[in-house]
């Protein structure tokens, strides 16, 4: 909604329209950053489609594995942005979208993954429909077979998962996930998802009131290595929010080789969070970490050390609050400066 406004106030009027979704923001993160990213999924074939490949394509995301169908319609979703006390909403408009009843069998791997290395999927994609999800397992499953690395991200949406009525939400997200996870090598969710998805409860941490139980969450992960004993990082983002406007920021990545965790932003080896007092816009700050942390561990000066990833990945990430939009326009350069210790936010002339 523009301008802070409630549904109510906005409608019937203008709109602020954007494209986003989970794995085309973290395509576009990658991208901006100086990598290259390929995006896939299933889209109608209209104009309104047209430009939300054109959006990708305009920052250098290739686009050439998505499909285009006569089948189904461009998934929506709206969003109430809140402010201070006021919390925002999202409302979902995600029914019959192309990529929720576009069979596996349409998805030709051997040539989308021909030239890949790495592939990355979320929580959110098989939410939409059982379709979607068979077609997620098949993209993992797919994936391993030709060597790629695989990364997801819980991303638990309790208003998409509703496509078993038999199930809870979190039901049917627990075992449609159990089918992805056995296949991943780099784990990335929030401060809820692993107890959302997996039952896993981070000690005393409570969201709805800002607590977190910080000196927790590497045993939610050792945990979570125990389930899954393949995963070979596990990257968890640590929000605590004190109003809509105003949330403390950053993350731990946790390895499953050495059993050692690493949070950052630090100071002298303190967990020390980034304090956002002006929120311009939060949705896509999750995308904007996985993305920044896929890109940290494909770049030769970032790799080999995770304090450096994961400072690199909760800075970039950091800064997507204080852009419009889900797509993280920011460089390499501004976020290595955040991540050092220049957060002055002094004009650059």
């Not at 029914?95 to 576009?102: C, E, G, P, R, T």
């Not at 816009?281 to 994961?310: E, H, N």
Request: charged share 20%; hydrophobic share 40%; glycine share 8%.
């Amino acid at each position: 909604m523009p301008s802070h406004k409630r549904f109510k106030q906005a409608l019937p009027g203008q709109l602020d329209f954007s494209f986003a979704g989970a794995e085309a923001n973290v395509c576009a993160a990658i991208r901006l950053l100086g990598q290259k990213a390929s995006f896939v999924t299933a889209l109608p074939t209209h104009e309104v489609a047209d430009a939300c490949l054109f959006a990708l394509q305009r920052i250098g995301v290739d686009v050439s594995h998505v499909l285009r169908v006569d089948e189904g319609r461009l998934g929506l979703y709206y969003v109430e942005t809140g402010a201070n006390q006021r919390s925002g909403k999202v409302v979902y408009d995600r029914a019959l979208a192309s990529v929720s009843i576009i069979p596996k069998e349409r998805y030709d791997w051997d040539t989308i993954f021909s030239d890949a290395s790495w592939f990355h999927i979320s929580g959110i994609t098989p939410a939409l429909s059982a379709i979607v999800a068979e077609a997620s397992v098949e993209a993992v499953k797919e994936a391993k077979r030709v060597g790629l690395k695989v990364s997801c991200d819980l991303n638990f949406r309790k208003n998409l998962w509703a496509w078993d009525a038999s199930l809870t939400t979190r039901e049917l997200a627990q075992k449609t996930m159990n089918q992805i996870l056995p296949y991943v090598d780099i784990l990335i969710g929030n401060e809820e998802d692993a107890e959302d998805v997996l039952g896993i409860k981070a000690g005393q941490t409570d969201v709805h009131v800002g607590k977190l139980d910080i000196g927790q969450y590497p045993e939610v992960a050792r945990q979570i290595h125990d389930l899954f004993p393949q995963i070979k990082k596990i990257a968890i983002t640590l929000r605590q929010s004190i109003s809509a406007s105003h949330n403390n920021w950053g993350a731990m990545l946790y390895n499953t080789e050495n059993h050692r965790a690493c949070f950052a932003p630090s100071v002298e080896g303190m967990y020390q969070p980034y304090e956002i007092r002006a929120i311009v816009d939060r949705i896509g700050g999750g995308d904007s970490f996985s993305g920044s942390l896929i890109f940290a561990m494909q770049d030769p000066s970032l790799c080999k050390d995770d304090q450096a990833m994961v400072s690199f990945a909760v800075a970039a990430s950091c800064l997507c609050h204080s852009i419009e939009g889900d797509f993280n326009f920011v460089s390499k350069d501004e976020v290595v400066a955040l991540a050092g210790g220049d957060s002055s936010g002094r004009v650059k002339r």
